[in-house]
């Protein structure tokens, strides 16, 4: 999509525009859970993907309590989080992004957005709300709250005694219901 063209020589001119050549200045830290590989991952390719534009950020390991606490707070310069698949897109989207009736953990605030996820978790016929979260979506897209980096593969795997265990296609672990040893 036109939205995820890394373009180093556009970032480079942003930041020159906000007043830092060559990225000096601009330097932050980056708050990951050492118990989590994907955030620990991830963040040294953001890192070094970074770098690429002159950005020298430190990845700072926080023990998870701490973690929740500071984002909940939302003390820190930069953090990654992980979340599940979601069935539904008010699961996904209404608790992380209403500015006022949700968590807003972005400290985002969009008024057509927010009249949107409010319409969206109202209306039942598929096809009206679909069009409603592809808007919103765009939304998303165009603003960037917030970046999704990547989609983790799931792969489950157990000893031939466990039987009944499917994998849900939300991520989490519902497809533990019908498990038995």
């Known amino acids: ?3 995820y063209r ?7 001119g942003l930041l020159r525009d906000a007043g830092y050549p060559n990225g000096r200045g601009a330097d932050f830290t980056l708050d990951v859970i050492p ?3 994907t955030m620990v991952n991830g963040a ?5 993907q970074l770098k690429r534009v002159g950005l020298n950020i430190t990845i700072r390991n926080v023990e998870y309590a701490v973690w929740i606490k500071n984002w909940q707070a939302k003390l820190f310069h930069a953090t990654m989080n992980t979340t599940p698949g979601y069935a539904d897109p008010d699961t996904a989207f209404f608790r992380a992004f209403h500015s006022t009736l949700g968590q807003n953990w972005n400290s985002w605030n969009n008024a057509q957005c927010d009249k949107l996820l409010e319409v ?3 209306e039942t016929n598929f096809e009206k709300r679909k069009a409603i979260y592809d808007k919103v979506q765009l939304i998303l897209l165009e603003q960037c709250p917030q970046l999704w980096l990547f989609s983790a593969e799931l792969i489950d795997f157990a ?3 466990v039987q009944g265990h ?5 991520t ?10």
């Open 159 to 161: 000893q031939k005694s």
């Open 166 to 170: 499917r994998q849900h296609p939300t």
């Open 35 to 37: 118990t989590f590989p």
């Open 44 to 48: 040294q390719v953001i890192q070094q």
């Open 1 to 3: 999509m036109k939205y």
């Open 120 to 122: 969206g978790r109202e």
């Open 172 to 181: 989490v672990l519902y497809g533990f219901e019908e498990v038995s040893v």
């Open 6 to 12: 890394p373009d180093p020589e556009r970032a480079k």
